[in-house]
């Protein structure tokens, strides 16, 4: 079964060809990165006319590089939500035109959904059920995956989402948007522990996070002595980052211990971090849950994440419906 991906829901433009939901034949993203650095974040009409000008482009580039006509296709999967408004409406129209030209079908899927399933683009992938963290500049929230369509989350942050605390913080100290991979570059040369920056909401059974806390503390740090340079700089980044993955892989490892499910998948933009990546690890087995990791470029927003998200909503007999609509807000 070959799938189009077609996601569209934030400042990524991206197409993939998925075959039988576990290969990428194709994987095509075009950012905006460039357009939006300026403004240090997401604008949203300027995201969303940037995808207009590179979805068909971007989509037929992805057929080019699988080797397969549009014809070809069984299926067209497409992000309906949660992101920008504009953004989703740009990709649904899209592939809305391409299934009306075609006859085939179209699946409206979670974006959500789409990163907790990424890591069956790898061989050894987990079966459900397992804990899906996904984290990045809009989410941070971890699931439970009872199985393929059944998501529960169990918590979530109540302010900042982690990637948006980089960002933030990032303006802070100068740094180019967006932060992420500037800050966590400087902080290999940092010292983790020079600052005790807070780690909020710390009961033992607690799975919610709050980032703001954490991100008036860097505030608070950088008017006291001012923004730091060199070696300064490092051990600020270190100790932020510390504080970032602390909280996110300590609560996530216990939640697994907890429920007794001995698996773990870190999935979103901020799973690309090396730190958290490296503690969750380490965390996961001293307490022998299993941390399954995609590589970054699965970690980011991608098209073969929709279509494996696609894949697997159809074979559960999920099918196409006159009411197939985007929504912002949409939660699995």
Known sequence: MLVLGLETSCDETAAAVVEDGRRARSDVVSTQVD????????????????????VLPVVNAALERAGVALGDLDLIAVTAGPGLLGALLVGLQTARGLGAA???????????????????????APEPPFLGLVVSGGHTSLYLVEAFGQYRRLGSTRDDAAGEAYDKV???LGLPYPAGAPIDALAQGGNPRAIRFPRAMNAPDEVD?????????????????????????????????????????????????????????????????SRLRALTLERGAERDIRVFLPPPRLCTDNGAMIGVAGHEAFRRGVRPGAGLAVDAAWRP
């Not at 075609?102 to 683009?121: D, K």
């Open 102 to 124: 075609t006859g085939i079908p179209v699946l409206g899927v979670n974006h959500l959904e789409g990163h907790l399933l990424a890591i069956r683009l790898l061989e050894d």
């Open 170 to 172: 990032g303006r802070l």
């Open 209 to 273: 996070w709050s980032f703001s806390g954490l991100k008036t503390a860097v505030r608070s740090h950088v008017q006291k002595h001012g923004v730091p340079e060199g070696q300064a700089l490092a051990d600020l980044c270190a100790s932020f980052q510390e504080a970032v993955a602390d909280t996110l892989s300590a609560k996530a490892v216990a939640a697994a211990r907890r429920l007794g499910i001995p698996q773990l998948v870190l999935c979103g933009g901020v799973a690309a971090n």
């Open 35 to 54: 357009i939006h650095r300026r403004w240090g974040g997401v604008v949203p009409e300027l995201a969303s006319r940037n995808h207009v000008v590179q």
